[in-house]
């Protein structure tokens, strides 16, 4: 069964608009870890942001905030302000246990910025 | 924050020769080091999972012996992909997660193998 699920294969957003990036979840251990990746074309990956299962504000880094829906299990990622630099995949990732080494990626989403 | 390196970012190799990947935590300490493979449009599929002065635990379906993995310190892992294939033409990456950095994992660049 998919441990992330990321619906939005592709997404599109106008520069300078605000763009929701959808990720939902599968785990049944009480104690998490949620992170959202950025790959651009040159294949790199860049943490963004992470968000942890107890924590009890939703994460923001800059012009990224998680919208973290425990009872729901998603963890959605909000860009505002989108530049054309952020045309990128964009994963979503859950590390299960506290310091647990079973991390899982979703298929990713491809946000493409329009001028 | 954290830094990974890998090295190198794109190597070019004959068909039946081996070829070494190298990724180096440059300002912590990496207990952890994870090994993943991306095909074109899709998403990381991990590869194995090496702890400093251990042997990696592979993941089903990867061969130890082809993709050999060493984790010798703190600060280096190397995957060397032997008697490489065509079909090893890949997008590889590492990741390193250690104490200092809590529970987030941080990336390498990523090498792009091509075998000809």
């Known amino acids: 069964a998919q441990k992330i699920t990321q619906t939005q294969p592709g997404m599109f957003v106008q520069e300078k608009e605000a763009v929701t990036l959808d990720c939902t979840y599968d785990?049944?251990?009480?104690?998490?870890?949620l992170f959202w990746y950025k790959q651009p074309s040159s294949g790199e990956m860049i943490f963004l942001i992470y968000?942890?299962?107890?924590?009890?504000q939703n994460a923001t880094e800059g012009r990224y905030s998680l919208n973290f829906q425990k009872a729901r299990k998603s963890a959605n990622l909000v860009i505002s302000a989108s530049q054309l630099g952020d045309s990128a995949m964009y994963f979503c990732?859950?590390?299960?246990?506290?310091?647990?080494?079973?991390?899982?990626f979703g298929p990713g989403t491809r946000l493409s910025v329009l001028p | 924050g954290a830094v990974v390196s890998q090295h190198p970012s794109r190597v070019i190799c004959k068909s039946g020769t081996s070829v070494k990947i190298e990724c180096r935590s440059l300002?912590?300490?990496?207990?952890?080091m994870f090994w993943y493979r991306q095909f074109p449009k899709q998403s990381l599929m991990l590869m194995a999972t090496?702890?400093?002065?251990?042997?990696?635990?592979?993941e089903q379906g990867v061969e130890k012996d082809k993709f050999l993995i060493n984790h010798a310190s703190l600060t280096l892992s190397t995957l060397t992909v032997t008697s490489a294939h065509p079909e090893d033409s890949s997008f590889y990456i590492c990741?390193?997660?250690?104490?200092?950095?809590?529970?987030?994992?941080?990336f390498g660049e990523g090498s792009w193998l091509t075998v000809v």
């Open positions: 785990t049944s251990d009480p104690s998490y870890g």
């Open positions: 090496s702890n400093e002065g251990s042997k990696a635990t592979y």
């Open positions: 990732a859950m590390r299960e246990g506290s310091y647990g080494q079973n991390f899982v």
């Open positions: 300002d912590f300490q990496a207990t952890t």
């Open positions: 990741s390193a997660q250690g104490q200092v950095i809590g529970n987030t994992i941080y």
């Open positions: 968000q942890g299962s107890y924590d009890q």
